[in-house]
């Protein structure tokens, strides 16, 4: 029997519904926070919460892909397991940010809004990140890295590479 080589995962669409029962009469106006609640519960939009969000918002697909596009925070894709936030206000840009973007894509092969091949890191530049002090800064996931340089950014992202590759495999355990 032939299958598809690509099975698509299945979305568990059960949250969505607290969601959208949570919203206001004027809902339509609460698209981003809505975008922002579905990304925070599945790491990116995925397409079928989408397609639920266009029937709910009566918005079309032109609509919210177009609001996605002007956000870049907005994933419809799911990013790499560390997501970095390389600054890119004035003081983190004028100490060499985009010679670190460089370094990050000549090492990682990966461009802002793109992630790796190995899904580890997906890169995404960012307004000032409120440590100006600190320039150039990058977040990592949660974890804030000041300072930094295009060789000490891959020494911190070869640790964060190193941990993966220690760390035992885990099935999620789904309810
Ligand atoms: S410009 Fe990068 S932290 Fe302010």
């Not at 100490?95 to 091949?117: F, V």
């Not at 220690?166 to 999620?172: D, F, R, V």
């Amino acid at each position: 029997m032939e299958t598809n080589d690509v099975e698509e995962e299945v979305i568990d669409l059960a949250p969505m519904e607290a969601i959208f029962e949570n919203l206001p009469d004027d809902s339509r106006s609460h698209l981003i926070p809505t975008l922002q609640k579905i990304q925070n519960i599945y790491r990116f939009l995925p397409a079928p919460c989408l397609e639920q969000v266009m029937e709910f918002l009566n918005i079309s697909r032109a609509e919210i892909y177009g609001v996605i596009s002007f956000y870049p925070q907005l994933l419809i894709t799911e990013p790499g397991k560390h997501i970095i936030k390389l600054c890119y206000g004035t003081a983190c840009f004028v100490k060499g940010a985009s010679i670190i973007n460089d370094k990050i894509h000549d090492r990682y092969h990966i461009r802002p809004g793109e992630t790796d091949d190995s899904k580890l890191f997906t890169l995404q530049t960012a307004s000032c990140l409120g440590n100006c002090g600190a320039a150039p800064m990058a977040l990592i996931g949660d974890d804030t890295h000041g300072n930094i340089d295009p060789e000490k950014t891959l020494d911190i992202l070869g640790e964060y590479k190193l941990d993966n590759a220690e760390a035992p495999e885990t099935e999620e355990a789904t309810a």
